[in-house]
């Protein structure tokens, strides 16, 4: 099972982006491509996020690293929205997204 790095966006917004067999991902495999993935702990509330998430009610709070995060992760969210959700923040400019169905795109 492959991990992949936090992304941070251009405009500093950054979340966790996870697919495998162990994840809230489609398909639920440990070699995407993925149509589905599980986001987790961005650093502010997202309107289109919101549905998918664990906990709504989710505290925002300081990390180990001093950064700020939404203590929550959130299944199964669409291709679709990740990718319009990392374009929203100026693209990535570091770390790793899992491999996205362009199907569902």
Known sequence: MKSFGK??????FSLSVQASSSHYCSPRTDNGPWTAVEVGFPTSRDPELEKFA???NAPIEKGHDGSFSVQTVYGWVPATVVKALLEKHGGVVSGECPTLDERSL
Do not use: P, R
């Open 7 to 12: 992304i941070t966006c251009a405009d500093g």
């Open 54 to 56: 664990e906990d709504k």
